[in-house]
Nanobody
Framework: QVQLVESGGGLVQAGGSVRLSCAAS????????MGWFRQAPGNEREFVAA????????YYADSVKGRFTISGDNAKNTVFLQMNNLRPEDTAVYYC?????????????????????WGQGTQVTVSS
């Protein structure tokens, strides 16, 4: 059973920081891409960040560049999202996702369609 479990969400004031974790089990994901998406009420699910260990590449939505950092710990089969200088518009449920194949093409990281596994999400609320 493949599982992705997010943790680290909560309530934070604007300008603060939160680190999200995504712990994977049932499969080793060191050769697969992993990403973070978010969805706020009334909005569509949107891409936030992704990492390809094979390509040595990270990808970020324009809205989070310079504020968020994605990283991975292969030994722990875990991916992190460090979120700094948070804004109220960052408030959303954050979802971890993982590929089930090794992809190198950038397009497969930036949209949700090619991610095979998803966590249940963790709420991040940024207050003003």
């Amino acid at each position: 059973q493949v599982q992705l479990v997010e943790s680290g969400g909560g309530l934070v004031q604007a300008g603060g920081s939160v680190r999200l974790s995504c712990a994977a089990s049932g499969r080793t994901f060191s050769n697969y891409g992993m990403g973070w998406f978010r969805q706020a009420p009334g909005n569509e699910r949107e891409f936030v960040a992704a990492i390809s260990r094979i390509a040595g590449s990270t990808y970020y939505a324009d809205s989070v560049k310079g504020r968020f950092t994605i990283s991975g710990d292969n030994a722990k089969n875990t991916v992190f999202l460090q979120m700094n200088n948070l804004r109220p518009e960052d408030t959303a449920v954050y979802y971890c996702a993982a590929h089930d194949k090794t992809y190198l093409s950038t397009s497969y990281y930036l949209t949700s369609r090619k991610y095979a596994y998803w966590g249940q999400g963790t709420q991040v609320t940024v207050s003003s």
